[in-house]
């Protein structure tokens, strides 16, 4: 009898650290009202999941210097009528060992226009501030977005930085690669 009350002790002694461990998770929107945000005046934002072929991964890996780039991806397009408002992507990917969800929004130029974070698994002092995530609209394919040179690092929160700069280098290359065909198509006379 000692036994089992030693190990139910130690069960429940594990649920309250692993319990306690992700009360600082935090999630700060659904992808649902992101979106709708993010597009206030669409009348339809289309979801399309995409597997990549092996020339597309090719493409990325060289775009985003990543030798192993999700082969399943999910972007979503904004519309206003006919009009292409823009497209976004969730990047779901870990800091250090906890998700990371962030939105990021393209003009249809494929100019970096927001980023936002959906939720985050970390220890919220990990999180650079709105402000720091600012600092990539205006941002494409051009920029290398290389934190401590191209993008500002964050003192105590260097792996948040990294992370959220490779998701928006990521979004790039699927704009680059994916939809910059679609979103000339759409403009052509």
């Not at 991964?57 to 082969?71: C, V, W």
């Amino acid at each position: 009898m000692t036994r089992l009350r030693f190990a139910i002790s130690s069960i429940l002694a594990l649920i309250a650290l692993l319990g306690a461990e992700d009360a600082s998770a935090k999630v700060f929107a659904s992808q649902k009202a992101a979106l709708e945000e993010a597009f206030p005046g669409a009348t339809r934002i289309d979801r399309e999941t995409r597997i990549l072929l092996s020339r597309d991964l090719a493409k990325i890996e060289a775009i985003t210097r990543d030798s192993n780039p999700p082969k399943v991806v999910v972007l979503h397009t904004a519309w206003r009528d006919d009009e292409l408002l823009g497209y976004a992507h969730v990047d779901v990917h870990n800091v250090r060992t906890k998700p990371e969800a962030c939105l990021i929004v393209l003009t249809p130029q494929g100019v970096v226009r927001s980023v936002r974070i959906l939720a985050f698994h970390e220890p919220l002092e990990y999180l650079p501030t709105e402000r720091w995530y600012g600092q990539f609209i205006g941002k494409t394919t051009g920029d290398r977005l290389r934190v401590g040179r191209d993008v500002h690092g964050v003192a105590g929160a260097t792996l948040s930085a990294r992370a959220a700069a490779d998701g928006v280098r990521r979004m790039l290359a699927y704009w680059e690669v994916l939809l910059r065909t679609a979103e000339v198509e759409e403009q052509a006379p």
